[in-house]
């Protein structure tokens, strides 16, 4: 396999360790752009094992994008039950994407949807929801230039320190 | 606190004896929200009566909060909040998160909204909640006016793809969670 050929496959566990840089510069990013997020003192321990135990949720699909032998993102998506008395029952949820920083703007966001989506459609899920930071741009261009639209604005109230 | 009296109504925290006006106002708070948008959920038969049995059923949750506005011996407005931990992914702990907020509309513009957002601020900051988060419309204007008047800034967007070659649901709707609206 030549070093810049991407491919996507399922995570396993011992990819964890990999990925682990690329959620801490995510999550960097995030609290760089808005400091409301803030990552606990223990949360990369935390994101490995959330990540390792959601590999056996048969709810949740991790793909994984390659450059050679290399991980340079992830995209998480889980089937959950929509409000009770709503519908659709089920409805898809995009929970976690990073991508390394060196990665980006290549399509690799896209190709890890796009194996996403077809994870969602085997599962009988019309539709996904996800949530993008307010303050990320250029995040909320790469979800509409996917065709997503918004459907709430989530707002924040602090109350105290 | 428990009782808030006003001139006009007063705050309580809700009882089983307000499931039926419960079930009545999420009903009319969901008709509300479609004629916002008609990407909102179409709700199922009886949906009003199986979510108040949902919400009568949650008030001995510790993690769950509903306070009622009561005008004489009518239920106006309601607020349901719950605390989410989010310890496991971000420092700060604990957030309050509102679920629902609706006043009839014969009710507003004489602070029943703000009523009901105080009690549960109070509650959320006795819980420890460091903050509160909630979800308004993109297409509510008015909601999102009176949110950001109670101190409310933008955090996140709530985003909705539709996959294609897949049948939508027959309202052609779907969303996940309960939505705070204009009070």
């Known amino acids: 396999m030549r070093d810049s050929e991407l491919h996507i496959r399922s995570a396993l566990a011992a990819d964890a360790d990999g990925l682990l840089p690329i959620w801490q510069e995510t999550v960097e990013t995030m609290t760089r752009l808005d400091s409301r997020y803030r990552i606990a003192a223990n949360g990369a321990e935390r994101w490995r094992a959330s990540f390792v135990a959601g590999l056996s949720d048969p709810d949740r699909h991790t793909a994984l994008i390659l450059r050679g032998d290399k991980p340079i993102g992830y995209m998480v998506g889980t089937v959950q039950a929509n409000a009770p008395g709503l519908l659709p029952e089920m409805i898809g949820v995009i929970v976690e994407l990073s991508v390394d920083s060196h990665g980006q703007g290549g399509g690799v966001g896209t190709q890890l949807f796009a194996t996403l989506s077809d994870w969602f459609k085997t599962r009988g899920v019309s539709h996904i929801e996800l949530r993008v930071p307010s303050r990320n741009p250029i995040a909320q261009a790469f979800w509409r230039a996917l065709g997503a639209t918004s459907l709430y604005d989530q707002l924040w109230i602090k109350l105290r320190d | ?183």
């Open chain 2, 1 to 183: 606190m428990t009782e808030a009296l006003t001139d006009n109504y007063r705050i309580r925290v809700a009882a089983a004896a307000d499931e039926n006006a419960l079930g009545t106002l999420w009903a009319q708070l969901m008709n509300e929200m479609r004629q916002l948008d008609p990407h909102q959920p179409m709700p199922i038969a009886n949906a009003g009566r199986h979510y108040a049995g949902r919400v009568i059923r949650s008030l001995n949750d510790p993690h769950t909060r509903v306070f009622v506005a009561q005008h004489e011996h009518a239920v106006i407005g309601y607020a349901l909040g719950a605390l989410l931990d989010t310890s496991d992914l971000f420092a700060g702990g604990r957030e309050g998160f509102i679920v629902d907020l609706y006043v009839l509309p014969t009710a507003r513009r004489a602070g029943v909204g703000g009523a009901l957002v105080a009690a549960l601020r109070e509650w959320f900051v006795e819980q420890g909640a460091l903050q509160i988060v909630l979800n308004v419309d993109s297409a509510n204007a008015a909601g999102r006016a009176f949110w950001q008047a109670l101190g409310g800034s933008e955090y996140q967007i709530k985003m909705r793809i539709d996959l294609p070659d897949m049948p939508r649901a027959s309202d052609g709707s779907g969303v996940g969670q309960m939505e705070s609206k204009i009070p």
